[in-house]
């Protein structure tokens, strides 16, 4: 990856566009296939500090500059683990649609690890992996993906997650 630039964030490596679903077959032989990257999201101290204001979690590496740039390991404020996390489903907005549904819901989280810290001015952009699509009571289909949350710059990424999704056609 390349560094991000202040103004349009890193160059290279563009978003392969948005992968459209409008059948459950079309999902269903999607499986194992990788979509995206998505596009490249600029991490402000705006948006973590917002994220705090929501969520409670004032905790100072997240929201004192001074004190996270002259303390802390980083050198800088980093967004919280669960900023990055609830990014996974906008980001997934740039990657992938499935159109023609009566319903979609998020069902869970069967697995997440945050590996690497977002540095605040940090770029991140999102891959995701279709793991599996199976039918789900009701009619539903309950869809498995493994996303990976890339840092611009990073060999390791911030987190991958594994989610779970129900669908009705």
Do not use: C
């Amino acid at each position: 990856m390349t560094s991000p630039s202040r103004n349009s964030g890193p160059q290279g490596g563009a978003s392969h566009g948005i992968r459209v679903f409008s059948t459950p077959s079309e999902l269903k032989a999607a499986v194992g296939d990788e979509l995206g990257p998505g596009e490249w999201l600029h991490i402000t101290q705006d948006r973590i500090d917002a994220f705090a204001d929501a969520t409670g979690d004032r905790q100072w590496i997240h929201v004192d500059v001074a004190r996270a740039t002259r303390e802390s390991p980083f050198g800088s404020p980093i967004a919280h683990g669960f900023l990055s996390l609830s990014l996974v489903s906008m980001l997934n907005w740039q990657i992938y649609i499935i159109e023609n549904t009566s319903l979609a819901v998020n069902y869970g989280l069967n697995k997440v690890r945050f590996i690497n810290p977002v540095r605040v001015d940090a770029y991140v952009r999102l891959r995701t992996t279709v793991k599996s699509v199976d039918d789900a009571p009701g009619g539903a289909l309950q869809l498995v993906t493994t996303s990976t949350l890339e840092i611009a710059g990073e060999d390791k990424p911030a987190l991958v997650a594994e989610t779970v999704g129900r669908i009705m056609f």
